[in-house]
């Protein structure tokens, strides 16, 4: 187990509704990333955050968004929802130290639109 | 042409044979290289991190990289129907201030036959 919890664990959503998934971290690490892992693929980077600021950006529009909390907790939400979206999506939280970072990976939210 | 690229399998293989799986990736700036076992509907597990070429061994599993040939490999040994699972590859740049996005290869599902 790597101390990284997601919420839910599943969710069915339809077509341009907003969806919020959320992430708690694993104890004293400063750094979360989301990633979308579509069937049959591998994760694709969302973005970053590091001390609530986001730190960097994937190929991903900005109906993708984040938050991060001063207690490392972390929300991904997604607005107008389009059938694509459809993934399991990941958080995975880090320490940043010296240039020497390792991710811990969630269990992931499924998330279906219809 | 895809950053990284991997062979998604499926790999079968008898229990106690010898896996080799493998990446080739295309960005000379990658520094870190890492191995991820996915099991079904979980998030990925880290197995193994390198920074240098070489090899770097830990119980069955050693890691290679071969950043003249920008090649690596995850080796397993006496494997195990337990290590039936898809398997992630992922590197990433040095980035002092910016942020640490990993970039994932497809994965290779190996199934391990008793």
């Known amino acids: 187990e790597t101390g990284v919890t997601q919420s839910p664990t599943h969710l069915i959503k339809t077509r341009g509704q907003q969806v919020t998934l959320r992430c708690s971290s694993q104890s004293g690490h400063n750094t979360v990333s989301w990633y979308q892992q579509a069937l049959g693929q591998g994760p694709q980077f969302i973005f970053q955050?590091?001390?609530?600021?986001?730190?960097g950006r994937g190929n991903f529009p900005p109906r993708f968004s984040g938050l991060q909390f001063p207690n490392y907790s972390s929300e991904l939400n997604v607005n107008a929802l389009e059938l694509d979206d459809s993934a399991l999506y990941l958080c995975?939280?880090?320490?940043?130290?010296?240039?020497?970072?390792?991710?811990?990976f969630g269990p992931g939210t499924r998330l279906l639109v219809l | 042409q895809k950053e990284v690229e991997q062979d998604p399998g499926p790999l079968s293989v008898p229990e106690g044979a010898i896996v080799s799986l493998n990446c080739t990736y295309s960005n000379s700036a990658f520094q870190y290289f890492m191995w991820y076992r996915q099991y079904s509907r979980k998030g990925p597990e880290l197995l193994m991190y390198?920074?240098?070429?070489g090899n770097k061994e830990d119980g069955r599993f050693t890691a290679q990289v071969d950043k003249s040939s920008k090649y690596i490999s995850l080796f397993i040994r006496d494997s195990q129907p337990s290590d039936s699972a898809t398997y992630l590859c992922a590197m990433r740049e040095y980035s002092g201030a910016g942020s640490y996005q990993l970039t994932f290869g497809k994965g290779t599902k190996l199934s391990v036959i008793p």
């Open positions: 390198t920074y240098s070429s």
């Open positions: 995975a939280s880090s320490l940043l130290a010296g240039g020497r970072e390792t991710q811990y």
């Open positions: 955050y590091y001390r609530e600021e986001e730190n």
